[in-house]
Nanobody, 124 residues
Framework: VQLQASGGGLVQAGASLRLSCAAS????????LAWFRQAPGKEREFVAA????????YYADSVKGRFTVSRDRALNTLYLQMNSLQPEDTAVYYC??????????????????WGQGTQVTVSS
C-alpha cells in the first residue's frame, strides 16, 4: 500500500480546497481509506473515512456538512473536498489505509498505512 497526499495550501476563511491522496491499495489489505489531521500542539484526530465495500462515508462532527470524502477507483485516488474552511481547520492532513472494523473506523490505530501529510492553513 502506498499513499501520497497533496493539495494543501493557504486559503482564507470560507474558501474551499480539495486534497488528493494517491492510494495504491489492495482489497486484501485495505477495508477503508481515511483522512486524519493534526493541528499544532494537538493530538491527531479523525476527519473522514470511506469504506471500500459499499462506499459508506463517516465524518467527524466538526466537519460534517462541510467536507466530503470520495474516491476515484480508476485513478486510485482518495479525495477530501473541504468547503467553508475555518481557521480551526488549520492542520497537517494525512491519508491512511487499513482494515478497521466498523467500531474502529474513526480510530487512527486501526490504520496501518499512512501517507506523508499535507499542510492546510486557513487565515481569518
Amino acid at each position: 500500500v502506498q499513499l501520497q497526499a497533496s493539495g494543501g495550501g493557504l486559503v482564507q476563511a470560507g474558501a474551499s480546497l480539495r486534497l488528493s491522496c494517491a492510494a495504491s491499495v489492495h482489497t486484501s489489505s485495505t477495508r477503508a481509506l481515511a483522512w486524519f489531521r493534526q493541528a499544532p500542539g494537538k493530538e491527531r484526530e479523525f476527519v473522514a473515512a470511506l469504506r471500500l465495500d459499499g462506499g459508506y462515508q463517516y465524518y467527524a462532527d466538526s466537519v460534517k456538512g462541510r467536507f466530503t470524502v470520495s474516491r476515484d477507483r480508476a485513478l486510485n485516488t482518495l479525495y477530501l473536498q473541504m468547503n467553508s474552511l475555518q481557521p480551526e481547520d488549520t492542520a497537517v492532513y494525512y491519508c491512511a489505509a487499513g482494515r478497521p472494523i466498523l467500531s474502529q473506523i474513526r480510530a487512527q490505530n486501526a490504520y496501518g498505512y499512512w501517507g506523508q501529510g499535507t499542510q492546510v492553513t486557513v487565515s481569518s
